[in-house]
């Protein structure tokens, strides 16, 4: 089975800044693999796919990058709204499997 | 615009079989090569993947679920289903259906209580 390792699993931002969650796997998983944003009482939303494949109607703030085991969730000039937990989602291989979540609290 | 719904009771008694159905609306399930999947989600934790339905009928399960797990198709009324059987309070949560990768549905919370 891949592990997934968010970090951190929790950060506290102030609006318009920059925010970066990582993910990495405990093995090379190419490109499968995903981002989602889950806010309280809803169900995940995805954000980004494969790595960077941007999602229709996401906003252009939130970009990835990554290959192999390691991966980047990057959240440009941060609004308010943004505040929830990110998930991360390895399609590589069966099982798959979710990071642990990364909770991000807004100021 | 691809839209999951599932259905099926809120409240199941320990040793039972937990049943639910996810409908899917603005595609097909049967004619696409995607997998359709179940995830779950118990109170104030993270997500678990449970397993996935290939468009052709193939599944996958995750081993810690395998022995209690069965995922199926029916493509003439375009659902999937999921049937965990011998349930315990451990598998209290809210169960998703999804696309894999793309849409989930809103989720239904199911409590394994007598």
Do not use: M
């Amino acid at each position: 089975e891949i592990v997934l390792t968010q970090s951190p699993d929790f950060q506290s931002v102030s609006p318009k800044e920059t925010v970066t969650i990582t993910c990495r796997a405990s093995q090379r998983i190419g490109s499968s693999l995903h981002w989602y944003q889950q806010k309280p009482d809803q169900s995940p939303k995805l954000l980004i796919k494969y790595a960077s494949q941007s999602i229709s109607g996401v906003p252009p703030r939130f970009s990835g990058s990554g290959s192999g085991t390691d991966f980047t969730l990057t959240i440009n000039s941060l609004e308010a709204e943004d505040a929830a937990t990110y998930y991360c989602h390895q399609s590589s291989s069966f099982p798959n499997t979710f990071g642990q979540g990364t909770k991000l609290e807004i100021k | 615009q691809l839209h999951l719904q599932e259905s099926g009771p809120g409240l199941v008694k320990p040793s039972e079989t937990l049943s639910l159905t996810c409908t899917v609306s603005g595609g097909s399930i049967g004619t696409s090569s995607y997998y359709w999947g179940w995830i779950r989600q118990p109170p104030g934790k993270g997500l678990e993947w449970i397993g996935s339905v290939y468009y052709s009928g193939t599944t996958y399960y995750n081993p810690s679920l395998k022995s209690r797990v069965t995922i199926s198709l029916d493509t003439s009324k375009n659902q999937f289903s999921l049937k965990l059987s011998s349930v315990t309070a451990a598998d209290t949560a809210i169960y998703y259906c999804a696309k894999i990768v793309g849409a989930w549905g809103q989720g239904t919370l199911v409590t394994v209580s007598s």
